[in-house]
């Protein structure tokens, strides 16, 4: 009897190159579903083309953001740094685009004397790459929107050179957490 038992555990399945390759197969569709849903629904993977946000994202980053950030009743805030879809020109296709929230819905902003000012108040900003140098601009942010500026001022096109410089929420696509190269940090 003992001797039949052991004959079985000791005994094992020829090997199946169709059952393996198709075992396989399987595993690489699951990731790519997988990898698929995470990228569409939940985070935004995104590349830095240029320094409009220097020093606090670098030209060449990569970086990750959350899609989830304002579903189901996330508002952005003021200092949050943004993914979003603009028009950039007249006649420009929308592009995504990297900005820090400045104005929210409702705001005025005015920038006078090279400083933001929130509703006739000093925004402070210790972000800034370098002081700003900056032609004064009024902005009166409608409901629903919000002013992007980059943290480089003086070299970001930005809100200040926009045909439209407002941004409704359903064009913000995430809110950036963390870099994760060729530095790994978070992004505030």
Same mark, same amino acid.
């Given at each position: 009897?003992?001797?039949?038992?052991?004959?079985?555990?000791?005994? $094992? !399945?020829?090997?199946? %190159? =169709?059952?393996? +390759?198709?075992?396989?197969?399987?595993?690489?569709?699951?990731?790519?579903?997988?990898?698929?849903?995470?990228?569409?629904?939940?985070?935004?993977?995104?590349?830095?083309?240029?320094?409009?946000?220097?020093?606090?994202?670098?030209?060449?980053d990569r970086i990750i953001g959350s899609?989830?950030?304002?579903?189901?009743?996330?508002?952005?805030?003021?200092?949050?740094?943004?993914n979003f879809d603009h028009e950039t020109?007249?006649?420009? $296709? !929308?592009?995504?685009? %990297? =900005?820090?929230? +400045?104005?929210?819905?409702?705001?005025?902003?005015?920038?006078?004397n090279n400083q933001v000012f929130i509703?006739?108040?000093?925004?402070?900003?210790?972000?800034?790459?370098?002081?700003?140098?900056?032609?004064?601009?009024?902005?009166?942010?409608?409901?629903?929107?919000?002013?992007?500026?980059?943290?480089?001022?003086?070299?970001?096109?930005?809100?200040?050179?926009?045909?439209?410089?407002?941004?409704?929420?359903?064009?913000?696509?995430?809110?950036?957490?963390?870099?994760?190269?060729?530095?790994?940090?978070?992004?505030?």
């Amino acid at each position: 009897m003992k001797e039949k038992k052991e004959k079985t555990q000791e005994q $094992e !399945e020829p090997f199946n %190159l =169709k059952k393996e +390759i198709f075992e396989w197969v399987k595993i690489i569709v699951a990731a790519a579903v997988i990898a698929f849903c995470l990228n569409t629904l939940i985070i935004a993977n995104s590349w830095v083309p240029s320094g409009s946000m220097e020093t606090t994202i670098m030209t060449g980053d990569r970086i990750i953001g959350s899609r989830l950030a304002y579903k189901f009743g996330g508002e952005p805030a003021r200092g949050d740094i943004v993914n979003f879809d603009h028009e950039t020109g007249p006649g420009n $296709e !929308e592009t995504h685009l %990297l =900005k820090r929230v +400045i104005g929210l819905p409702g705001e005025t902003v005015d920038i006078r004397n090279n400083q933001v000012f929130i509703d006739g108040v000093v925004l402070d900003e210790p972000y800034l790459k370098e002081a700003m140098v900056s032609e004064d601009y009024h902005f009166e942010v409608p409901q629903g929107c919000y002013l992007m500026l980059g943290d480089n001022r003086n070299y970001s096109a930005d809100a200040r050179s926009w045909p439209d410089p407002y941004v409704p929420k359903k064009k913000i696509r995430a809110k950036v957490l963390f870099r994760y190269w060729p530095k790994i940090g978070l992004i505030k």
